[in-house]
């Protein structure tokens, strides 16, 4: 709802886009770790879910964890990936079947620099009941907008799938649903939250399922009163300059200091 010129007969080399390239600013990578370690301390995601980060020499590469869980994510774990999702530099070690989501969506969309895809608990009932949109009730949650888009992944898998985005076919089809904004839901599924930075990814991502729980408890409540679509623009401009403020206290959390 909701709505050669040199005449030489020598063929040039093959262009290999996944040969290796200038490495990433190690300050990216391990605010990337970061990120892992604050999105599970802060129940985002559990054993499941991954975030990644636009690479800062390369824009069509982008930086993601092994497959593995993200509250063990280290800066060894972070392997380099192509714009068609495949690994630069696994070295072998497994990578997550979902790296789609996130390939086809910096595809999509030049202004992203960073992806969190979850499965949090509160967010996930209104990817459910397409007559309740899911929508910014809070100021912290402003940049969710009127009407986050619901990802029905059964208008492009068919009736039998797994649900997973395991292929760049589901994953632009993912990044075409989410469009211009800031949150996808993904029915029976989780859902995929996009920001100009892997700070501003997390702190969004965070308060999509604080938004998801106030919103749940104040429909049990009665009729819900919802930011308005100004609201919501007006909102995050004055938000998104807090993000360094919660990043440094949900850092700080995560290893365990305050
Ligand atoms: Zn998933």
Not at 62 to 69: K, Y
Not at 99 to 112: G, L, N, T
Not at 115 to 123: E, Q, T, Y
Not at 231 to 243: K, L, M, P, S, Y
Request: charged residues 20%; neutral net charge.
């Amino acid at each position: 709802m909701c709505t050669a010129e040199d005449g030489s007969s020598v063929a040039a080399p093959a262009l290999d886009k996944h040969a290796p390239g200038p490495a990433a600013n190690p300050d990216l990578i391990a605010d990337l770790v970061i990120a892992n370690r604050i999105l599970f301390r802060e129940s985002v995601v559990d054993a499941f879910g991954h975030v990644s980060v636009r690479h800062d020499k390369d824009p069509k590469r982008f930086l993601l964890a092994r497959n593995m869980a993200p509250a063990l994510v280290t800066e060894a774990d972070v392997i380099e990936f192509g714009d068609d999702g495949e690994p630069v530099n696994a070295a072998g070690r497994a990578v997550y079947l979902e790296r789609f989501i996130h390939s086809e969506i910096y595809r999509a969309r030049p202004d992203v620099m960073s992806v969190v895809h979850s499965h949090s608990m509160a967010v996930l009932p209104f990817g459910l009941v397409p007559s309740v949109p899911f929508r910014a009730v809070t100021h912290m949650g402003s940049f969710i907008g009127v009407c986050a888009p619901v990802f029905e992944i059964r208008e492009t898998a068919g009736d039998d799938n797994d649900l997973l985005i395991s292929n760049r076919a589901l994953g632009a089809a993912l990044a075409k649903r989410l469009g211009d904004q800031s949150v996808c839901l993904m029915r029976g599924h989780g859902s995929t939250v996009v920001g100009n930075s892997v700070k501003q990814a997390v702190f969004r991502a965070v308060y999509t399922e604080q938004n998801a729980r106030v919103l749940s408890e104040a429909s049990r409540i009665g009729p819900v009163v919802s930011l308005t679509e100004a609201e919501t623009r007006t909102a995050t401009r004055t938000i998104d300059g807090q993000v360094p403020r919660a990043w440094n206290m949900w850092r700080l959390r995560a290893e365990g200091k305050v």
